[in-house]
Structures are given as structure tokens and as C-alpha cells.
């Protein structure tokens, strides 16, 4: 099923290959449907990605996250999907989502999953930009 | 007394077992009894993991905290409690539980504890997680 | 049953009853139930009033507000209900309740009750403070 | 096609129709499709009203909210269908709709829609709740 | 000059004519330039209107307000401009824009015009309207 | 007791008595005793008035607050007599005193209370200085 | 002295003098000298007209407000000085002007005072324009 | 004299000694005097520890930061002294004093003061809690 | 092209150039154009650097950015493109540029670059600078 | 010129030499003068340092900032000789100045220095504090 979400996704070439640099996107308007109960869940998508010779195009972005409209798929799922869909067509060096959902019945729940390349895994490369916040 | 209100805790397998992520879970609406006063006492109780193989279902997770409604009990010692019974249940590779209680006599009280798996102590586990706050 | 609830509410003297003023008391730590799913509600309640001749003393309304933690009552009728339990015992000039209830199913509630003694309805009592937000 | 989408809606019976009070609902969690470009549009709709006979149910609400999912409608007529069929459901003394839609093309729009009963408007009923932001 | 301008903006039919209900459209986005520097300027424009027979089409007014971009114009006469234009073509029952600028040299600037069609301006048009801030 | 502490209060010439102005001081350090239980109170008072021939010294009036820090007296009272106070040392033509206080027991409270002079009371005084919030 | 502060005011020509707007100007980096102690006061001075025939010009305004730096002049002297200054310049419709200063001793102070044109004063020309805030 | 503060603290056992947590405790209402002006002086008293065998007491801590109300002690000094007397008392595994005091003269003063059990010296205990703002 | 843009900016002497130490520059009116759609895009720049030799004087910088104000350029150039022309001028011993554009489609993107002077690589320049949030 | 300004300090003992702990000072009104415009700069001064044998005396430190109130002197100068006149006075353990300047043209900028006396800056000093946002 993921294959046939994620072929919507569309690329275009990082034009600073050579530079470790970070890309943070903010989706606070996605919404899927919860496989128990049918109803809508309703969160905020952030993806931060440090490119390698891709970088993603927004707009297939956007319609690709529109495709869990009324998908019914569990937060922990969702999370790890989009992750998977992204790395799959970027290759990122480095990669994390956080889905950070609305509350229901007075809880609300937060998913983070991240990605190293392997070769990066050794150099600890998001370390090597400098926190900024 | 302990195990009467963990046996509510419900889990569901963690379908990417094999990957470290984090989930963050906020219940803003908690409430206990204040064991010397019997007046109730008000916090949020902020749970984070690292799953193994088990996650925990949000609607038991619900219903076990509504079981401290009417329980005395202090501050250090419902934090600690929380915390012992998610680790029974989901086995967790790193796990934190935060409350945060609303003030009493102009003093508000905020109890942090944290567990981790054996395997993981060594490991510095919750370190692989970059922060992206 | 109301009258079970307010015999606990105890009042003092205004010692300035020829001067019109306002009180508001705010109460953030408001809980009671859901009377169809049995599921705690939490919410804000806001008492503002003109006093006449007594005052709330704060104690017993706290004692008071204490009593519906596991009541089971509607939104609208808690609401309607603090305020005819304060107006019997206090008999005010003018009186507000306003109770802000936390959000389920993605949606949340706030109800306003208001209640004019008989002389003060003609003289728009209220209006004689003005306003400094 | 409106009296579809109505009909989901449930009331119940106000237990307090001699006072006129107010009620006061947010739903964050409110989608609809543009009718032009096909794109989901997202916005808070708030509902305020004096009840008169009925008050509305909310889980009967939020399922007539969530028929607009996939509804292209612009956003001045989603305003005014809601207070339409609420109006006709409820008959109340006053009703207010506001709905609060996210940026687009770094424009974002909010309309306000209101209905009073007619024996209300002369009496220009909201003022009778002094306000008490 | 100013006929130019406003030869963009396309309207469509109000739907609900007969009721009065208020639009409100928030562009954060506004850039012009001041006519003595030479130096861009950078503003909020909110526009706020009671529709009569037509509406604003919100991507004519996205257009309309980037012709504006490189134009040398005053604070002041930006603002009134706008509410020309606008009121020529939605003729509307009431309309009011603000314009809130960047601070230049330790001093922002916040401009509002409103407009009431003549037979409006008897009746306190806008009063219609209870505030629900 | 009353009129000792108000002796430390000095007042200067009112520079332009011609014109109604208004003058509001925020004093967020106020603190006195609560008679029953003997606990310091902690509070914002907030004092607004329109000065007739004299205003009031800021040094003098910090002075003035200070001597309730150990003197125990109730919510209702300590408002009700620092208006007492401040308007027989200054005669203004409108002063309103706000106090707020912190949480006890998680119920705060917040006390307003007003006086006009004799001439002002018909002309409704305040409402010649428009709203610029 | 006053003369000398106002001569380095500038004003140009309202270009719609037949239509009632307001004009808001915030100056947040406002510091004169204590006259009593020789310390400096810093504060925010906001300034709102409805102008008639002439607007001011802002960087006059902001050469004219810098004169005030070394210069030994009371809270309320000062705002009543520049009401006096800029409406003796434009000679506007309404005036008013707000000044709030950072606290002293652990108190803070905001004057507002208010200019009417006499033919204003009678129409309560600043309800013309209605509050959208 | 410190000897005479600290002996009103009262301590329980710690129920998880063989567990390292943190309890965070903020005192917002911290009042003393200064010794060199006479005037009060207001902080928010902000008190982290790791507990070895004994808690804090929260009565008995409010009570004992009461006794500074009418003492005249430096900003470092009291901030100093509260560590010593706390560490006397608790012999935590590692605490934390910050004491945040409100502006004087346009200045604001925090100071934070730090204690390490000798063991832990050398493990950097408070490193094992980590980060989770 | 870059070069062009580049020949604008002005630089001056690093007094301290002994000691290592940062500067931090919002720029929150940035504008440009989107290559693909022709839209207007705004975002706030933020440049962080460790000077060597020479300081990036502000207006030239100021002029440097508005040359962006009609220039076709998607987000990642346009932040790698200020980097490079910064680094070519300044030749700075660190330098960040954080790219913080407005949402369209409801996506919101954010680019952050890094620069390290080769000798400065190895010692980790910025953790001499210790964070101060 | 330095000189002059900086023999205004004026220091006290340091009463806990042998412990280290931090001093944060906050300066929101600080102002001095542009070099090359001759205009008003506002800011504010953040002074953080762990004292050695002596600690800052806050009424001096007053006198001494407001010395640049008609100083010509650009951002990183006044933040670097801040930065060395305290060093010359306190000899602390470690220090660091953050100059955050209001908004010019646009553009605000902050300036942040850092000094560690020698024999600390092996010991990486400030990390012996732990971090507790």
C-alpha cells in the first residue's frame, strides 16, 4: 500500500550537493482517520532532512500527505510511514519526523523517528550543525 | 495495591521494533488525593519511551490514570508508581515520566523519573534521538 | 439533591454593603462526570458578583465546588446549578458564572449563566463599573 | 442537499428555558474542500447561542461537522449553511457562527454569520450578558 | 493611476444577501514602497466588510495587493486607496481596512479608514453585529 | 487604624486640573496577612483615578502599600480601604482600586471597587476618556 | 520652553480631509530624566488623532520626542506637554496620548490624556469609527 | 542565625532511595528585605534536587522560606544560605538553588547556586536525567 | 549573478579581533520571488557569525537583501546564495544563515547553512561561545 | 576614555569564594548614541559571570550604563568594552555580556562576548553549572 502513496513524491537536485546544510518543513494541517474508530485524527508534521542529491518539491509534498485524508492508520504507523516514503525517495543524509496530534479523550500524543544514512551513522553528522535555537 | 491498577494497561505490538523512536504522551487532566489533607491534587503527567516490542494503548492508559481519582497518594510517590507499572507492561527501552502538579500554598511540586533497559544503560539510548525542539 | 450540595457554603458579612464592587473568584481545578459515559469532565469555573449583604467565604466554596468530582451532570446544568446554590446563599446584587470545560472529540465548551436581583434589573447594576480591561 | 447534512443533528431538552444563557462551542478540527481548486481547506468554527427550547448535542454536532470533509463549499456559504441548519434545528433565541479559516496564498479569511428569533430582535437580547472578557 | 489597480479585483454574487454577516481577510503580507527613501515597507492590511450584492474573490485581491509592491506610496494614502478601490467595486454596507507597518526609526505606524453606505449610516450598520472578541 | 497608615501618603498639584485625564499605576509587590490563618497574601493592586487638584506622590503611596505587609486583613477589606484612603488624600473625580491575588487552595480572587465624586456620579466621567485598548 | 520642543514639528497635507480616520503611531523608545531624582524614565508613547487638514510627519515626530532625552519633566507632565505640542501642530479632529513607563521601586505608571476638537466634542466623534479589535 | 532557619525543616523518608529522580520545586512568592535600603525585595525561589534518603517537606519548606519576610539579606547570600541550609538537611545527591528577583532600578538580578554530593562529583549525576524540555 | 548582488556589501575593521565572539542579525522583512509560480515570497533572515578580520557593516547589508526584492530563487538558494556572498566578504571564522519563510499551502519551510573557516574546523570554534538561552 | 567610565564600579566581597555559582543581571534600558547618525540606539544589556573574590555592586553598575546615554559607540564595541571594564573591576571566574539592540532600518542585531579567567578555561568552568531552562 505505502509503494502506492509514495510514488506521488516528487524530487529536484540539491544545487549544494558539497554542504551539510538542514531543511525543516512544518505540515500543521494533516489529518488522517483512526483505524479503531473511524474518526478523524487531526496533528502537525514537521520534517527536518539534510539533503544528499535530493531535495523534496513542496507541492508533491502537500498532496502526498493529503493522501492519509481518509486513511485509517495508527500515529505510531503514520509516523514511521512518512519516513520511510521520504528516505526511500530522497536519500537523505540524515532525516526526522515528529507527528504531534491533537487530543483526544484529554491526551495527546507525540511520535519522533529519525533516519542516518549509513555512513553517517558513524560521524554523528546532525552534530555538526550547531544549534541555533 | 500496585497491581490492581496496572492490570487496566492494555498494549499493542510496535510494528518497527527494530528502529528507536520516541513517543511522548501529554494527560493534562490528572488528579489524586492528597493522602494527609484528603484535599485532590492537580497535574499533568508527561510520559515518554523508547518502545521494544509493545506499545501502550491510549484508552487503557486513560482509564489507569482516572484510577488515581480517588487515591491518596504523594507527589515523589505517584511518579514513581507510574512509572514502575508502564515499565511492567511495555518493557520499554527508555521511558520518563514527568508530573507536574499546580500549586498548593503558593509552592507548585514537579517529580521526574526515568528507567532504562539494561542493554540500554551502556548505550547512552535516548542520546541517538537528535533534539529537535 | 441540590440542597444536599449547598448547605455546605458558608458566607461573612460584606462590611462595605453601600458600595457597589465586584468579586470574581477563579477556579481552575473544577471536575465532575460525564453523566452518559461516565468519563471525568474538568473545566474553569468563574464566579463574578456584586455582593449585598454577604460574601463567599472561600473555604466552603471550595469544599463546595469539591462535592460534583464524581457527580454525574450535563455542562449546561452544573453551570445553571452553581448559580442557584450562590445566589440562594448569598443573595447578591448581581451574579455571573462562567464554566470553560476542556475540549473532547476535538471540540470544547463554555457556558454563561447570569442572574440580576429584581431592583438591580432596572438600573443595568453591573454597568455602574466600568470596564478596565 | 442541506437537509442531508442536518439531519444527523440531536438535541435535548434545555433545563433552564426561563433564563436566557449562553452557550459558547469550539471545534478546532473543522475541514472542507475548495470547490475551485479541489485542496482541503482547514478552520475553527465557534458556535454561540442563547438556547431556547433545545440545546444541541455535541457528539451529534461534531458528526454533522465532520460530513463536510469531502464538501466543496466556499467559506462565506459553509458560514451560513451551519447557521441555517442549526437555526432550524435548535430555534433559538440568538445564534452566532464564526468561522476561522488558515492562510492561503498568505491570505486567511474569517466570517461571522449571526440570527436572532424574531421576538429577540427587538429586544436586543445578547446585551441582557453583560460581557465579562 | 489608481483605476489601473483596482481593474483586477473580480468579485462573485453573495449568496446571502439578505442577511448581514461580516467578512474578515487578513494580509500580513503587504510590501509597498515610501515614496521619499525609496525604501520598501512592510505591513498588515485587515480588511473587514459587510457584503451587499457581491463578494471579494480572494486570489483578485492577492493580485491586487502585489501591485503594489514597487509602488511609492504613502502610509496614509495607501490606505484609503485601498478602501476606494475595494468599495468601488463590492460596494458593500460597511467596510473598514487597517494598515499596520514596521516600525522605522523606533516608530510603527497602524492607519484605519472605514466606509458606511448611505442608507447604512443611519441605521449604525456594523452595531448589528454583536462583538463576540 | 485606617487613618494612620494613610498619613504617610503625599500628594503634589494636579498641572493641568482643567482637563480629565487619567492616570493608572500598577503595583505587582503588594503583600499582606491573612487574618485567619496568619499566611502572608501576595497580590497585583492596580489604581486608576482622574485626578481633581492633586495627584498622587509614587514614592509615598509605595511607602503607603508597604505598611499593610504585616498587618492581617481580608481580600474584600484591604481594596475597599485603600480606595477609602487614597480618596481622602487626593479627592479625585473617578478611582477605581483593583486587587489580585495569587491561588489558594486553587481558588484565586480578584476585587474591584469604584468611586465617583458627587458632581462626576451624573455625568458618568469615565466615559469622557474613550476606550484605547 | 515648550514653544522650542514643538518648533522642530513637521506636518504635511491630509490628502482625505472629508473622511474620519484614525492614525495610530507607537513609540516604544521613549527616555526623559526624573526631575526629582536625575535618573532617566524610559517608556512606550502611543499616539492616536483623527486628523483634519494635516498629518504629522513621522521623522519630525521622532526628532521631536528625542528632546525630551535630557530633559528633567514629571509622568504626568510630560504626556499632557505633548498633547499640547502636537495638537497645537495639527489641529486634529480627536487626539489622545498614552504614555507607559517602566516600573520604579516595583511600581509602573500609564497616563492618558485626550484632546476633542470643540465642534467634535458634541458629536463624539471617535464613535464614528467602530472598535475592530 | 541560620542555625535558627533551618530548624524548622521537616523531611520524610525518600520511598525510591535506590532510584536517582529529580523533584523541582518553585516558590514564587519569596519575599526579604534589603539590608542596605530597608525596602523589600520579591523573588521566585526555584529549588531542584536529587534526593538521596530524605524529601523535603513542602509545609515545613514554606514556613522556612517565610522566615526571610522581614530579614534584611543580599540577593547571593540568600540564595547561598537556602543551599546550605536545604543540603544540611536533605543531603541530596546533587541540588539546585535559582533565585529570580524582580527589577530594581530598571535591573533584575538572578543567581544560581549548585551543590554535589562528593560521590556523584564525580559521575556528573544530573547528567543520567536527561534533557526532555 | 551572485557576483552583482554580492559588490554591495560594506564591511569594517573588527576591533576585538583577538577574541572570539558571535553576532547575531534578524532581517524579518525579507522578500523574493517564488522561480516557478512568479509569487512573492517573505521570510525572516537570520545571519549569526564569529568575526575575523572585518564586521558586515548593516545598511550595506540591508541594500543587499532588497536586491532579492524582484529576484526568482527558491528557498534553498537563496539561503545557500547569502551564505557564499557573506562568506566571500567577511571571511568570518564561523557563520549561520537560518531562512524562515511564510507558509504556503499550508507548509512552511525552513533552511539553515553553516560555514567553518578551515583552521577552525577542527576546534569546534562555536562551543567556545557557551549557550546563554 | 575607557577608563574614565569604568573607576564608577563599585564591588563588594564575594561571601561564597570557594563555591562557584552564577550571577545573571538583566538591563532592559540601556541606551546610547550611533556614530554615524547621531540617533538614539536602545537595548538590552544581559550580564552573566561566576564571581571570584568579588561581586558587582548593582547601584554602580546602574551609574556606569547610564554613562553611554549620549556615547557615540557602535554595537560590538560597547558590548566588548562592557565586557572588559568588569573584567578589570570583578576579575571574575568566567563572564559574558549580550547586547540585544531594537530594530533599525529592519534589522536588529545582538552582540555576545565571553571572558574566562585563565586557569579556568581548562576546566571548561561554565559546564560545571548544569543547564536548568
Known sequence: MSEIFRDILDVFDNSYP???YEIK??????????????????GTITIQYIPDKKCIELKSLKLYL???RNEGIFYENVTNRILDDLVACLEPKWMQIEADFTPRGGISTNVTVEYYAESEEDDEAPISLSENS
Open 18 to 20: 558539497e554542504r551539510d
Open 66 to 68: 493529503q493522501r492519509f
Open 25 to 42: 518543513i512544518f505540515c500543521p494541517e494533516f489529518t488522517s482517520v483512526c483505524p479503531k474508530t473511524g474518526q478523524p485524527d487531526y
